[in-house]
């Protein structure tokens, strides 16, 4: 047999032409469907703006340089009311993710095929009970998503899940939950600067020394009031995350998977058509 020839190609779609609309048809039917049967996912969204700090974190910076011998007696941290990279650390964690999961007890909702319902019990035979780097993993990679935008400075926080109501309950809490624990550290850390610094100035009577901790244990007092009575400490919500309307899913995309469908039952339809044409071609003529 000879070769073929782009003229016997044309040949074979033109004589198969249906079944290369059909298997394009039930392709993306099939898709289609399959898209239907799909648990819809949802998202929803919280835009934040990181919030004050960044003029007093220069100001103490360069004090920590006038008196560095000073702030390195300990390790002590000096700092503003928050930093903008300490902050989207904290609210990448896992450490967040895995707070979050235990105050909203999302274990279940995470991995709800391990869950015996009927037994109130984990399924030994599917993992058990998750660990927690499993949940942790699983929200930060499936659920939640934190991006920067480094042009505007907005922070966004994403929730995709399947019930929309709960995409914006958690957004929204998740970033409170940021915030809260962002002012907790930065307590901590300024109370713990403060008890440092009142040692070093009972310790000492050079009137500079005393001077520079007296500087510093001013700033570290307006961290600990601003973190008293700051409810949004590190980020300021400026968009707050809304339920989705029901029918904005963000996955599964019925169209887009019919015209993957559409574009595969085509392929297998051109592919059958030449398969067809080649067989009738190879077949020998009937005797007359």
Do not use: H
Not at 39 to 62: D, F, I, K, N, W
């Amino acid at each position: 047999m000879r070769d073929p020839t782009f003229a016997d190609l044309f040949a074979a779609l033109v004589r198969g032409w249906w079944v290369i609309v059909a298997l394009a048809l039930g392709g993306g039917v099939a898709a289609f469907a399959a898209a239907s049967l799909m648990t819809p996912l949802y998202r929803s969204e919280v835009t934040m703006m990181p919030a004050g700090g960044a003029a007093q974190g220069a100001g103490l910076a360069a004090l920590a340089a006038q008196f560095g011998g000073l702030a390195g007696l300990s390790g002590l941290q000096l700092s503003g009311p928050v930093d903008r990279m300490e902050a989207l650390e904290v609210l990448r964690s896992r450490s967040l993710a895995l707070e979050f999961i235990r105050a909203n007890d999302l274990a279940r909702e995470l991995f709800p095929d391990r869950w015996d319902a009927a037994t109130r019990s984990w399924i030994a035979d599917e993992g058990g009970e998750p660990s927690d780097a499993a949940l942790a993993n699983r929200f930060v990679t499936k659920v939640c998503r934190v991006s920067n935008d480094n042009r505007t400075g907005l922070v966004t926080v994403a929730m995709t899940w399947r019930d929309g109501a709960q995409t914006a309950r958690w957004a929204n809490s998740y970033a409170d939950l940021a915030n809260q624990t962002l002012r907790r550290q930065a307590l901590e850390r300024a109370q713990s600067n403060l008890a440092y610094l009142n040692e070093e100035l009972d310790k000492t009577q050079v009137l500079d020394v005393r001077e520079a901790i007296y500087r510093l244990i001013e700033a570290q007092m307006q961290t600990k009031m601003i973190a008293t009575v700051e409810p949004e400490f590190a980020f300021r919500v400026v968009d707050s995350a809304v339920v989705p309307d029901p029918n904005d899913v963000v996955s599964p995309r019925r169209g887009i998977l019919a015209l993957v469908g559409i574009a595969i039952g085509g392929a297998l339809g051109v592919l059958l058509a030449w398969r067809l044409w080649r067989g009738r071609q190879a077949r020998p003529p009937s005797a007359a």
